[in-house]
C-alpha cells in the first residue's frame, strides 16, 4: 500500500522556518522523481520544489527560490522541505508527490500538511 506522510507544518511567524518531512512507503522511492505541492484557501494547487529520484538536480518555483530548499533521503525514503523566511503568503496545505521515472501513471500525493504563518 502507498501512503506518502507529510509532518512538520503548524503556526509559525513571518520571517520563521519551518522543516515539513515527507515519509514514503509501499513504492520504490529511490525511482521516484519527489514534489512539494502547496494549495492556499481558494487558488490552484501550484508546484513548490521538486528534486529528480537520485537528488542530483532541483528545480523551484520563482517565489521560492533562495528561501526554500527541498532534499531527499533515499535510505531513509524521506523528501524534506527546508522553508526559511516565510511570509503570510507562504501559508496553505503543503502535499509531497511522487512520480514515477518510468511509468508517468504512477504518480501519488500525500494528505498534506498546514503551514500558517502569521503573527
Known amino acids: 500500500q502507498v501512503q506518502l506522510v507529510e509532518s512538520g507544518g503548524g503556526l509559525v511567524q513571518p520571517g520563521g522556518s519551518l522543516r515539513l518531512s515527507c515519509a514514503a512507503s509501499?513504492?520504490?522511492?529511490?525511482?521516484?522523481?519527489m514534489s512539494w505541492y502547496r494549495q492556499a484557501p481558494g487558488k490552484e494547487r501550484e508546484l513548490v520544489a521538486a528534486?529528480?529520484?537520485?537528488?542530483?538536480?532541483?528545480d523551484y518555483a520563482d517565489s521560492m527560490k533562495g528561501r526554500f530548499t527541498i532534499s531527499r533521503d533515499n535510505a531513509e525514503n524521506t523528501v524534506y522541505l527546508q522553508m526559511n523566511s516565510l511570509k503570510p503568503e507562504d501559508t496553505a496545505v503543503y502535499y509531497c508527490?511522487?512520480?514515477?521515472?518510468?511509468?508517468?501513471?504512477?504518480?501519488?500525493w500525500g494528505k498534506g500538511t498546514l503551514v500558517t504563518v502569521s503573527s
Open positions: 509501499g513504492f520504490t522511492f529511490s525511482i521516484y522523481t
Open positions: 528534486i529528480t529520484s537520485a537528488g542530483g538536480s532541483t
Open positions: 508527490n511522487a512520480h514515477s521515472d518510468y511509468d508517468k501513471t504512477l504518480n501519488y
